[in-house]
C-alpha cells in the first residue's frame, strides 16, 4: 500500500540552526501539505502547495519557513533559525486531487519530532 | 473561517461499551468533514469522511458518524469498543472549495478502553 513517508523520525536541533524536514509524498499525488503538533495541542495548517508553488498558508508559516519540491519525490520543509517553540512534531501529508473529487482524501505521514535546544 | 470544537479531551470507557465522541464546527462556507485516529507513536489515519448525501458516515473500524447540519455536528460513533481502539481521534473539516488537504483539526480526544 503506497504511503507518506517522513525523515528523519526525530530530531535534535539547537536554537538558531537550520533544519530540513524531509518527506516523500505518494508517487502520483499532486497536492502536498505540512502540518505540526505541538505537544499537547491541535494539529495545525502550516501550508499548501501545488504545481511547483504555495497555493496557501497559515499565520504560522511565516518567513522562517519555506517549503521546496527539489526533484520528482521529495517535499520538503526548511526552518532557517530555529526557536524553542518551533518543537513540535511536523506531519507531511499528500493528496491526489482537490474540490468536488470524492477520492481526495489526505494521507499522512507518521511524522518528523523536531526538538529544539 | 473555521473552527471546530471537540468537547471532551478524554473519554476512558470500559471494552464492549459504546462511546460517542463528540465533535462541533462552526464556518462560514459550507465544509467536508472528517474524523482522524492518531495510534501512539503513528501518523493521522483516516477513519472516516463525510462529503455529501445520507448523513450517516460508516468508516473503518467500525466507527460511525452522523452529520448534523442544523446542530453543526459530526459525531464519532462505536457500539462496542476494543482495546485496540485506544487512541487520541481527530474531528476535522475542509471548505469545499479547495483541498481536502486544507484540513482544520479539533484538539482531539483521546479514547482509553480499559479491560
Known amino acids: 500500500e503506497p504511503e507518506v513517508t517522513q525523515t528523519p523520525s526525530h530530531q535534535v536541533t539547537q536554537m538558531g540552526q537550520e533544519v530540513i524536514l524531509r518527506c516523500v509524498p505518494i508517487s502520483n499525488h499532486l497536492y502536498f501539505y505540512w502540518y505540526r503538533q505541538i505537544l499537547g495541542q491541535k494539529v495545525e495548517f502550516l501550508v499548501s502547495?501545488?504545481?511547483?508553488?504555495?497555493?496557501?498558508k497559515s499565520e504560522i508559516f511565516d518567513d522562517q519557513f519555506s517549503v521546496e519540491r527539489p526533484d520528482g519525490s521529495n517535499f520538503t520543509l526548511k526552518i532557517r533559525s530555529t526557536k524553542l517553540e518551533d518543537s513540535a512534531m511536523y506531519f507531511c501529508?499528500?493528496?491526489?486531487?482537490?474540490?468536488?473529487?470524492?477520492?481526495?482524501?489526505?494521507?499522512f505521514g507518521q511524522g518528523t519530532r523536531l526538538t529544539v535546544v | 473561517a473555521q473552527s471546530v470544537t471537540q468537547l471532551d479531551s478524554q473519554v476512558p470507557v470500559f471494552e464492549e461499551a459504546p462511546v460517542e465522541l463528540r465533535c462541533n464546527y462552526s464556518s462560514s462556507v459550507s465544509v467536508y468533514l472528517f474524523w482522524y485516529v492518531q495510534y501512539p507513536n503513528q501518523g493521522l489515519q483516516l477513519l472516516l469522511k463525510?462529503?455529501?448525501?445520507?448523513?450517516l458516515v460508516k468508516g473503518i473500524n467500525g466507527f460511525e458518524a452522523e452529520f448534523n447540519k442544523s446542530q453543526t455536528s459530526f459525531h464519532l460513533r462505536k457500539p462496542s469498543v476494543h482495546i485496540s481502539d485506544t487512541a487520541e481521534y481527530f474531528c476535522a473539516v475542509s471548505p469545499i472549495w479547495g483541498s481536502q488537504g486544507n484540513l482544520i483539526f479539533g484538539k482531539g480526544t483521546k479514547l482509553s478502553v480499559k479491560p
Open positions: 502547495f501545488y504545481n511547483n508553488e504555495i497555493s496557501e
Open positions: 463525510y462529503l455529501s448525501g445520507s448523513t
Open positions: 501529508a499528500s493528496s491526489a486531487l482537490s474540490g468536488a473529487a470524492r477520492n481526495t482524501e489526505a494521507f
